[in-house]
Structures are given as C-alpha cells and as structure tokens.
C-alpha cells in the first residue's frame, strides 16, 4: 500500500534565477510504501486524460489510483494533493503450460480511455494479457432479497411466504473495480506497449515482432497489423520496442526498433503495414562508432505531441524531437547524460545499458521530460534551449520544499553542490514518469517510491 506523508500547508517554488533558467516545477508531495519489496516497484504511471485521476502499475500486478483532492475555502491549499482513490490486484501470475513459461504478474503499461459517463476505465497489461478495467463509485445498496436473506445466505423455498421488492438503500461510499474486458492468447512474445486510438473504439498492443489491433468491444479477435518475424529467425536484426497511435489521425501510427529508426504506417494504405509510408532515422557518425553503438541507440519510448506535428523518441544517452514531415534527422537532440559515454564498459557488465527511459511532453509541447540515474531527471526547454537536472529523493524532498538544481562533475575540481560521475548511483534510477495533460504537475516513480512534483501553488 502506498500511503499519505504529512503536508507542509505553506507552498514554496522552485526558483530557477539563480541557478538555471529552465521550467519551474517545484516539490509537492510524495507517496511510498511503507515496506519494500520486489512486487511493490513501480513499472509504470499515467495520468487519465484530465489529470484528476493518476494510474499506478506495479511488479506486483496491482494498480493503485490516485485521485486529486478539490480545492476547499477552509483549505485551498489542499488542491493539487492526490489521496488514494482505489487500489486493485489487476494482474496474478500464470503459468504457460505449452511453452513452460511463468507469466509474470507486473503491469508493463496503463492507458486510460476518455471519460463518457461517472465510470473511469483503464487497460492495463502485463506480459501476456490485456485488462480493461471498470472504476466506478457506489453509495447505495439492495436490500430487501426474497432468495437471500440479511447476511447473504440462500433461503429455503419453503421459508418464503410472501414476496418483497428489493429496494436501494444509502450506504457508505465504496470504490469498485471490475474486470470488464480480458483480452489474451494474441501475443508470442511480451507485450511492450499499448496505446488507445483516437477513435476511442480501438487501440493497439505491441510486443517484440508484431502489432495486433484490438476493438475495445471484442476479446475473442484481434488483427496482426504489422509483423516483423522473418522466416528464418537467424535472420532477424531488429524487434519492436515501442508503437503509439497518433493524436488525432485514427489511420496513423509509428512504432519504433532496436536499431534506432522508427516507422510511420497509415492503416489506409493496407490491412497488413509492414510497408510503412515513412521512415525516421539519423545516419551513424562512424566516427563515434563503438561496439556499444547498436544497444545505445535502441530507442526505449516513442511520444507523438498533443498537436501531433512531432515525435519525441528516447534512446540511452539521448532525447530526440522529430518533425513528421522530415524523415532525414531530427530537428532536436538533447544529451541526457553524455557523461556516461565514457562509462559504457561498466554499464553493459552491470546491465544497466538495457535499461529502458521512458520520455513524456507537458501539456504545451514546450517542454520535455525524461529520467536518468541518481534518481535524477532531465527536463528540456525547447523554446529557450534550457535544461535542469532535478533530483527525487526523500533526503531532498520534504513536501513543500524548495527542489533545487543538481549538477554532475565531469571533469576538474568539483564544486560544493555537484556530483561526480563516480558516485552516481546506477541502482537509482527515474524510468517511469508522466506529466499532467493541462498544468505543471509531474509524478515521477523510483523503485518503489512515487514523487509528485508541482508548480508554485498561490
């Protein structure tokens, strides 16, 4: 369970003057588990399409909801903190008996559909299978069974001597979660994303070799839009690492390789897009070439822009912002920590080079956001060319308090504040984020503690 620390009632903000000229996000408030474990880290976290409600995913299988609190006269400051709302075991383990696999229960992904009624719903997927989930709240009862009675239990036919109408009743206020859709045995391999249409009515699910396109209605059917798996799997150079429809574009997909380059597809072109109509890659520097250079430029998440012109892709030591309309190179590169092209060696014995950095938008497009090891993350202005390096840690994050810049020595004499590539900690690291889709509202999760980060409260 995650649960609440104490909040400091008077906000600060993040001053960026003195130090660094870059987005202002300052500390808010932060959840953690009260125990560690290996099922209580965190794998992955997303804001519904409001920002009211904030999804987490665990290696456990469970999903905890968090939900904003609404703001008060007595206690205006109170908006912007999010409490529990709901938290359900999404996920179990199975076992493959055809293959003699053990499924693993952490939820890789959640996406959250738009809201039509009072019910929030939620996919949710693992390795194996996809869930939508039904949240919805309940203050009233039935009562007044004729086959049960009070407590629940089956009355005798001849007990029954007269018929009542089973009435609602008030009761307490109850969060409820149900499985309403299960959509399994579709994917070989593990899924690796999943990404809802702008349609609303399909959405998509990813693993290493293939995209199968799914109706939200339908569970026994799905279509193989994109297949990768060569004949001969000695022949395979690449696999499938991430897919996210466009924003606005029901046709239009990209998915990105192991190798660096990502595809357009436009589903009207044909059923099956292993044809794509674009393609996005930056050629190799041979320069620069090392026997490290194929893991590193694996891109591990894929973003389309809320105005869908541009995708964002990260890859180990790099963010990319990619126009749609020039394939040739990038019109942006951020260096995320450069620092580390020195320390690769090290990096592949620990297998921390496998590790996979998610990258996410605020809700403008002018700022992007990404994590890095240390428990740091990078946040990049791509109007003013600023960036800041931020730090989530609870020795440096009491609520409320000011979240100051942090700097890594690379070279020469460091200085008082800053931190040397050495002592980084490689067992640290910021892999899952999100960003509120309206305002500067950031969660960020490390191991199994979530940090939300937010702009000067007033």
Known sequence: MMTALPLDPEPTNLSMEEETDTPKINNSFLRDHNYATEADVISTVEFNPSGELLATGDKGGRVVVFQREQETKSEPQRRGEYNVYSTFQSHDPEFDYLKSLEVEEKINKIRWLPQQNAAYFLLS???????????????????????????????????ITSLRVPVLQNADLMVEATARRVFSNAHTYHINSISVNSDFQTYISTDDLRVNLWNLEITDQSFNIVDIKPCNMEDLTEVITAAEFHPQQCNTLAYSSSRGSIRLCDMRKQALCDTHCKFFEEPEDPSTRSFFSEIISSISDIKFSHSGRFLMTRDYLTV???????????????????????????????????????????????????????????????????????????????????????????????RKDEVTVDSLDFSKKILHSTWHPQENIIAVAASNNLYIFQDKVT
Request: glycine share 6%.
């Open 320 to 414: 990319k912002v990619w126009d749609l309309n020039m394939e040739t190179r990038p019109v942006q590169t951020y260096q995320v920590h450069d620092y580390l092209r020195g320390k690769l060696c090290s990096l592949y014995e620990n297998d921390c080079i496998f590790d996979k950095f998610e990258c996410v938008w605020n809700g403008s497009d002018s700022v992007i956001m990404t994590g890095s090891y240390n428990n740091f993350f990078r946040m990049f202005d791509r109007n003013t060319k600023k960036d800041v390096t931020l730090e989530a840690s609870r020795e440096n994050s009491k609520p409320r308090a000011i979240l100051k810049p942090r700097k890594v020595c690379v070279g020469g004499k460091r």
């Open 125 to 159: 997927t693992n390795d194996k299978t996809v869930k939508l989930w039904k949240i919805r709240e309940r203050d009233r009862r039935p009562e007044g069974y004729n086959l049960k009675d009070e407590d629940g239990r089956i009355r005798h036919p001849s007990t």
